[in-house]
Each structure stands twice: as structure tokens, then as C-alpha cells.
């Protein structure tokens, strides 16, 4: 089974970044784990915002992080002062996504929450996100935001089925946040087609994830919907429903690089305005260990 333990939040003193702050330190509370912090100067960022012809010259890349340093401190003591939480803050420099990912791997954290600006045209399907390629790339689950959540904790989580053989390895992480906040969870399957064969393939998946919540005691709800653009399909049902967090796959879609053009978590991640909970699929990690459920 899953267990949160130890969360990372990466910072970087945006308006988001430290909404994703605030949220990020209570889901800790809640789930009693240590918080980690990381600010990570982007190399790539400073590189190119060196213009000879303008006399534009950034400080050293040292002088940043001393500075950053001193700025993480007071959010370290910040955080202390209001929630009662220590925190461990780290700084360092080089590929925002990357860094993340080693420090994540380096520390043993259990889950990553980031903020997400979005992202959309030719940023989205060729640039991606640095939240989009942490959640794809995370070999943990990876909560991202692009806002501040409306109410701490969550009471409607939205589980969707894909047609993936690996989609329903993230409901044990659902049911996680379920039985912690006695949340009602929302399932919808998502058949490529309308077709008999097809939406009586999906009833079957459906049924087994019932099982799953039936055997953990959560209220859900359960439905089947065929849409043109599964991610907008999901995102749609998660606005008519109130949903407030919406549980993702991500691994089976793109194993290298996050960057996968019109991949159903990548829309999900670039365009869904309530926090989007990722897990990446990987074979024997964190399988579901009900008995007797076909999973």
C-alpha cells in the first residue's frame, strides 16, 4: 500500500508558488509527514537573459542561490511560526524538472506538490511544462495546482477509466485522500467508442473499482461517457460535479521526455483548473492488494 511520508514542494515565490505553499503544508499536517523545500535556479532561464548587446549581465549563479538561501530561511521560520511544521529547504541550479526529480529520488520523498501556470499551443505540445514533465517523469505520485484550493482537503475526487490496462492502478492512491478527508469519489469510464462491446468492456472495469471503494467503506458514484477528447470529457464532468481533485495515470502515455501531443495527462495537467493528483504507471509499484477483485 501507499504511504505518504515525506512531501516535497518545490518554491519559486510566484503567486501560485506560494498558494501551493500553504496547501502543500496542510495536506502535510494532515497526512503527518515531513515537508520538504526546494527552489531550483533555472540555468536555462539565466542563459539566454544574458544580452551583451543591451549590457545586461545577471549576477553569478552563487550569488542568486545566497540569496535565494536567505529567502527560503524565512520561509522555513514562516512556516514553523504558523503551522508548527519543520522543514528541510534546499537551493541549488540547473533544469528545473530535473533537479526536482533527483532531489525527490535523493531524499526518498513520498510525493511532490507544484503549482502549474498551465500551458497551451506550441508551449504545450512541444515545449511542455516543468510541472508537466515532473508528473509525467515522477517515479511518485505528483500533486499539481494552478490555484489556491477552495477548502482544505477534499470532498468529491474524480477517478477516471481510460482504456489503458494500467488506468486503475491509481485508485489506491484515490482511496488514500478519500479515507482521509471522507470524501465521495466520482468514477467515470471512457471508452474510445459508444460501441455495445466496448461500453460492456468498460461496466466490467467500472465494477471492479466499486469493489475496490465498497471494500474500503467510500461513497462514489459511477458512470460511463464516451467523448471525442477524453481529457476534455474528464474535465468537463469534474466542473458539472464540483470535483476538486481528479486522479491520474501517467507513465503508460510517454516514458521519455513528458512531451506527447495530445496525451490525455498532459491536457489534464496543462488545463484542469482544480488539483490534479498524477501517479505513473510502473509495473508492480503500488499494486492494489484487495483480494479477489481481478485487478
Do not use: W
Amino acid at each position: 500500500m501507499i504511504k505518504i511520508k515525506r512531501i516535497l514542494i518545490p518554491v519559486d515565490f510566484t503567486k501560485i508558488s506560494d498558494e501551493v505553499n500553504k496547501d502543500g503544508i496542510m495536506l502535510a499536517k494532515a497526512l503527518k509527514a515531513e515537508v520538504y523545500l526546494i527552489h531550483v535556479v533555472d540555468i536555462n532561464r539565466d542563459s539566454f537573459s544574458i544580452i551583451p548587446e543591451a549590457q545586461v549581465v545577471l549576477p553569478p549563479v552563487l550569488e542568486i542561490e545566497k540569496a535565494i538561501e536567505k529567502r527560503m530561511e524565512e520561509l522555513r521560520s514562516s512556516i514553523f511560526s504558523q503551522y508548527g511544521i519543520k522543514s528541510e529547504i534546499i537551493v541549488t541550479s540547473g533544469q528545473v524538472y530535473s533537479e526536482i526529480l533527483n532531489y525527490s529520488k535523493e531524499k526518498d520523498i513520498d510525493m511532490i506538490i507544484m503549482g502549474t501556470h498551465g500551458a497551451s499551443g506550441l508551449k504545450e505540445f512541444f515545449i511542455g511544462t516543468n510541472a508537466q514533465r515532473v508528473a509525467t517523469l515522477s517515479e511518485i505520485p505528483v500533486l499539481t495546482l494552478q490555484k489556491k484550493m477552495k477548502k482544505e482537503g477534499f470532498q468529491n475526487i474524480l477517478i477516471p477509466i481510460d482504456n489503458s490496462i494500467h488506468s486503475r492502478e491509481k485508485v489506491n492512491l484515490a482511496v488514500i485522500f478519500g479515507k482521509l478527508f471522507n470524501a465521495h469519489v466520482h468514477i467515470i469510464g471512457l471508452p474510445a467508442s459508444d460501441e455495445e462491446s466496448e461500453v460492456a468492456k468498460f461496466k466490467v472495469k467500472v465494477r471492479s473499482v466499486e469493489k475496490i471503494l465498497e471494500f474500503d467503506k467510500l461513497e462514489y458514484t459511477s458512470t460511463i461517457i464516451h467523448g471525442d477528447n477524453l481529457a476534455e470529457t474528464s474535465l468537463e464532468y469534474a466542473e458539472k460535479k464540483k470535483c476538486d481533485l481528479i486522479v491520474i495515470n501517467t507513465g503508460h502515455e510517454s516514458r521519455l521526455t513528458g512531451i506527447f501531443l495530445g496525451a490525455f495527462a498532459q491536457q489534464i495537467v496543462n488545463h484542469s483548473k482544480i488539483p490534479v493528483l498524477s501517479l505513473k504507471h510502473k509495473h508492480g509499484y503500488f499494486e492494489i492488494d484487495t483480494p479477489g477483485f481481478g485487478i
